[in-house]
């Protein structure tokens, strides 16, 4: 047996118009980029180059700790002036607060050689490969 459903494309266009209208927070965007580190892993030369967006964010608040092929990067965006006695703050979209994003390469990374860059809000890790250990073949007696 045949289902007829009925066409109704306003009522669908109005449903996604409003869908999560009253759900969401108006600021859920904006607490949303901050929550989300934008992160972006190349491969190069036998190392890893990560770039990661960090808009807001100064240098001495970032921290990258490496263990084995795992990476895990932090940073803090701290609100630099509060709303003065005389003034009130109206209105604001920007967000403040701790980010992390941790990630497993492929391969396990040399501590000793890392680098970081930090220019513009972005974060530039160059992660060489650690040297795989040499097979070694052992003779039986």
């Known amino acids: 047996m045949a289902n007829i459903t009925r066409f109704d ?7 996604d118009l409003f869908k999560g209208f009253l759900v ?10 901050l929550a989300r580190m934008r992160v972006e892993v190349a491969e190069k030369n036998g190392a890893y180059l990560v770039t990661a967006e960090l808009p807001g964010v100064r ?8 263990d084995g092929a795992q990476v895990t990067l932090t940073a803090e965006v701290k609100r630099e002036k509060e709303v003065s006695e005389q003034g009130r703050l109206l209105h604001s979209e920007r967000v403040f607060g701790k980010l992390s994003r941790s990630f497993a390469l492929p391969q396990e990374l040399d501590e000793a050689k ?7 809000g972005v974060l ?3 992660l060489p490969k ?5 097979r070694k073949a052992i003779t039986i007696q």
């Open 124 to 126: 530039e890790l160059t």
């Open 9 to 15: 494309p306003f009522n669908d266009l109005v449903d």
């Open 130 to 134: 650690k040297a795989a250990a040499a």
């Open 59 to 66: 240098k001495e608040d970032i921290n990258v700790a490496i």
């Open 114 to 120: 890392a680098e970081a860059k930090f220019r513009d």
């Open 24 to 33: 969401r927070p108006m600021y859920s965007e904006a607490r949303d980029s």
